[in-house]
C-alpha cells in the first residue's frame, strides 16, 4: 500500500515521511483512531517507505521488489500481531497455544481485501466465537523469538501491532523490555481503538499521533477509490461519523444481504414451481459459502424474511418493514406460500444453525433444509 492509496491525511503522511528522511523514526508509535478510520493502511503505507529501494516524491515507488512483498503482505521483516482466541477454525486447540501465525492467511487475505477492516470483521473472518480476544504469552514470545533475527533484507523489521490494549499482563510484561529496548531498526505501529486502555507501560514508550475522523467529501473518494459509487455511497459517507471502515462495512453487508435475499427468494420461487433440482443447487450455493458463520448468517437472514412474509399474510404490513427494492418480491411470495409455511420452518432454520455450529456435514444440512422447505411451502 502507498500513501497515495489513502485518501487526505496528508499532514500524518508528511510527517510520517519528515521521520524517515531525517533518520529519526521512533521504536514505538502509537497510531490511534475511532475505529476503520485507517492507521491501518497508513502502518502498511508506513512500513513500505521505510522498506522501499527508489522512494519518489514522498512515497513508495510501488513497483520495487521490496514494494511488491510488501503489497502482496509478503515482505519478511514486516510483521503482524493481533488478538486471537480459540474458535471454529482452531479445532481442539486451546485458546493458550494458538497465536496471530496459526490465524496469518485468514488476516493477510482480509488485509488484502479491505485494510480499512473493523474488529467484528477480524473476528468473523477467523471463525472466533466468543467476544474475548488476546494477545496471549505465547505470542510475545514468538515475537520476541523473530525480531531476535536480523532483518532478511537489511532495512528496517516493521511490526504491525492491532490492538494493544488486548495484550494480557503476562504477555506486556514480556513485551515490554522489547518495546523498551528493541534490536536495533525495528519499528512497533501500535494500532488502536482504546488509547486509554492501553497499558500505560506501553503507551509511554510509544510516539503517538491521532487520526481524527474523515470529512463526508473524503469519505466519498474513498468509497469511490474503493468501487462504491452513487447514492448509497454518499449516504454511507454522511452516516458513518468519519469512518471508511464504517462506511465499507455497511455497504459490504448491503451486498451480502443482496445476494442472501436472492437465494432465499430463488429458493422459494423455485419450490412454488416444483423445480426441486434448482432449489437444491440454490442450497448446494449456500453450502459452499465457505464459513460457518456466514452459513449462519444466512440462516437468519431466511428467518427474518419468513418473519416479514408472516407478517405479510396477516395484513401487517407496517409490522414487516419492507425495504423499497425488495417489497413487491415479498408481496408476491407473502400470497403464494402456506400461511404455515414460516411457522413450519423456523424452528428448522434454528436447527440448522446449530447444527452448522457442532459441525455437520454442511451439504447434508443445506440439502435437507431445501426438503424441508419443499414439504411446507404449499
Ligand atoms: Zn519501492
Known sequence: MRFADIIGYE??????????????????????????????????????????????????????????????????????VFPVNAGSKSGKTAAKDLSSAFYMEDFRGLL?????????????????????????????RELSRELSLSAVENGWKTVLFYLPETLNVAAANKLLKLVEEPPEKTLFLFVTHQPSKVLQTIFSRCQSLRLPPQSPQEIVRGLSSRGYEGPEAEEQARLCGGSLGVALQSLQSDDRAEQYFDWMAGLLQALLKKDLLAALAIGDEISALGSREKQKAFCIFASEVLRKIFLLQRGQESLAGLSTSR???????????????????????????????????????????VDRMSLYII
Open 112 to 140: 488484502r481485501s479491505n485494510p480499512w477492516f473493523m474488529e467484528a470483521q477480524l473476528s468473523e473472518t477467523l471463525g472466533l466465537e466468543t467476544k474475548t480476544w488476546d494477545i496471549n504469552v505465547l505470542e510475545a
Open 11 to 80: 499532514d500524518l503522511k508528511k510527517a510520517l515521511v519528515g521521520m524517515a528522511d531525517a533518520s529519526r523514526v521512533p521504536h514505538a508509535l502509537l497510531l490511534y483512531e475511532n475505529e476503520g478510520c485507517g492507521a491501518v493502511p497508513l502502518a502498511l503505507a508506513f512500513s513500505q517507505y521505510l522498506a522501499c529501494e527508489h522512494p519518489i516524491n514522498g512515497d513508495s515507488c510501488g513497483v520495487c521488489p521490496s514494494c511488491n512483498r510488501m503489497q502482496k503482505l509478503i515482505h519478511p521483516d514486516l510483521h503482524f
Open 327 to 369: 417489497a413487491a418480491a415479498l408481496r408476491e411470495l407473502a400470497g403464494k406460500v402456506s400461511r404455515q409455511f414460516a411457522v413450519k420452518m423456523l424452528p428448522v432454520l434454528d436447527k440448522t444453525a446449530y447444527y452448522i455450529d457442532r459441525n455437520v456435514n454442511q451439504k447434508i444440512l443445506f440439502t435437507d433444509l
